[in-house]
Structures are given as structure tokens and as C-alpha cells.
Nanobody, 122 residues
Framework: QVQLIESGGGLVQAGGSLRLSCAAPGRTFGSAVMAWFRQAPGKEREFVALHWIGGSTDYADSAEGRFTISEDSAKNTVYLQMNSLKPEDTAIYYC????????????????WGQGTQVTVSS
């Protein structure tokens, strides 16, 4: 069974930073794309950032310029560095492994972590 294990969430003041980690032990599921999504209370889960195995990245407009996704292949770990955090960034953040189809749609991702809570106070 594939496991994705997120960590690094917490409570931070607006303007602060957090780094989320997503460990994929023994990553053998063949996904070339790993992504972060988030879900705020009462809202649908939304795309935040993705990382192709070759190093290319893409971001939601809300994350562009503030968040950075990266991967340490030796550790099978994907990171999301979040700077200049805003209260509207408050959500549960999930990492996911792409399966097929639209990279920005949750339905295209086969494996998900359990989520990590990020709360940004004003």
C-alpha cells in the first residue's frame, strides 16, 4: 500500500513561513508528478503546486511568488515552502501522487496523504 506522509503544518502569524514535507517511502508507484492541494472549511479541495520528476513546477495563482515546491529524490520527499502566509492560506494541506489526466484536478490523483493543518492568524 502506498503511503504519503505529510508533516510540518502548524499555527503561524500572517507574514510568517512554514515548510511542509511529504514523505513517500519506497516510492515505487511510478508517478512522475507530485502535487500539493489544500482544502479550507466549507470549500472544495484546490490545487496549490505541482512538481514534475524532471524538476519543472507549476503553481496556482494564489501560490505563485510565495510558495515553492521541491523534491529530494534521495529521500523520496516533496516539500512545500510557504512564505508570506496570509489568513486565507488557512486550510488542510494534502500531498498527492498523480495517476493520469488533468494535473490540476483532484480526480487525477491516485494516492493522497492524510493532510496537515495550516492555520494563519491575522
Amino acid at each position: 500500500q502506498v503511503q504519503l506522509i505529510e508533516s510540518g503544518g502548524g499555527l503561524v502569524q500572517a507574514g510568517g513561513s512554514l515548510r511542509l514535507s511529504c514523505a513517500a517511502p519506497g516510492r515505487t508507484f511510478g508517478s512522475a508528478v507530485m502535487a500539493w492541494f489544500r482544502q479550507a472549511p466549507g470549500k472544495e479541495r484546490e490545487f496549490v503546486a505541482l512538481h514534475w520528476i524532471g524538476g519543472s513546477t507549476d503553481y496556482a495563482d494564489s501560490a505563485e511568488g510565495r510558495f515553492t515546491i521541491s523534491e529530494d529524490s534521495a529521500k523520496n520527499t516533496v516539500y512545500l515552502q510557504m512564505n508570506s502566509l496570509k489568513p486565507e492560506d488557512t486550510a488542510i494541506y494534502y500531498c498527492a501522487a498523480h495517476y493520469r489526466g488533468n494535473y490540476y484536478s483532484t480526480s487525477s490523483y491516485q494516492y493522497w496523504g492524510q493532510g496537515t493543518q495550516v492555520t494563519v492568524s491575522s
